[in-house]
C-alpha cells in the first residue's frame, strides 16, 4: 500500500479531512470547485467520469445533470464515507485505479480535483485519461500550484506571511506534514505539467490560477490566497480525427 492510499485508509485523518472539507473557508468549496464547474459549463447529456472523488461533494453535483455518472478513488475508506455522507452516490463511486475502469470505455467529460499532485508519473496518467475520452471530450483537473508543492518547509503556509518559493526547478517528491499527517506530493514546474499535456497530444484549451469567490476577510485561509496562489486548473480537449 502507498503512503497515500494509507493515509487516505486511515479514519482519524479522514475526520480531520472532512472537517476541513466542510469548513466555511474550504479552499475546495471557495477555491477550486467553483472554477472547476465554470469550466465545465453545461453536463446535461453527457457521461462524466470524477478521478479522485474522495468525499463526494464534488460527486454530487457533476452526477445531477449528467446522463451517466462515475467516481473512482483508489481509498476505499474514503469511497464508504463519501456514500454515508451522499447515500444517493451508492450506486456511482467505487474504489479502483483508473486503469482498472469497466464502466464505459470512453467519457464525454473526465474530472480530477485536486489529485495530480499526488501522482509520480503524470505523463501516464494524462495518457490514460486521454484514452478514455471520446474524441473532442474535455479533461478539467485541478492540483495544487507548483509554488505551494516547491517547498516542504511551508506547505501548510496558513498564517505565514514569508511565503518562500524554494527549490522551484528541483523536480521531486516532496515530504509534508498535512493535518498533523506526514504525506507527500510530487513537485512538478508548471512548464512541466503543459508540456506533459501536450506530449499527451491533449490541446490546452484554458489554463486558471483561481481566487476566491467570497471576499472573507475574518479568514486568515482565504486572505492567504489573494497573495499565493493556492490552485492551478486545466481544461484540455482530446482532439477529434480529421
Known sequence: MSDKTRLFNDKDFIAKFAERRDAPDSV???VDEPQILALLGDLRGLRVLEIGCGLGDLSIVLSKDAEDFLGIDISSDMVTEAIRRHPELSNCLISKKLNDVEKHPTYDIIVSSLAAHFVEDIES???????RLVEGGVFVFSQRHPVRTSNPEVSNGINSNDWLVKRYFEESKRVFTWLDCETHNYHRTLSTIFSSL????????????PTPIVADNSSDRLKECWHVPPIVTFKCRRLTKL
Open 125 to 131: 496518467f494524462f495518457n490514460g485519461v486521454y484514452e
Open 198 to 209: 501536450r506530449s499527451s497530444k491533449f490541446e490546452i484549451l484554458d489554463l486558471c490560477e
Open 28 to 30: 475546495n468549496r471557495c
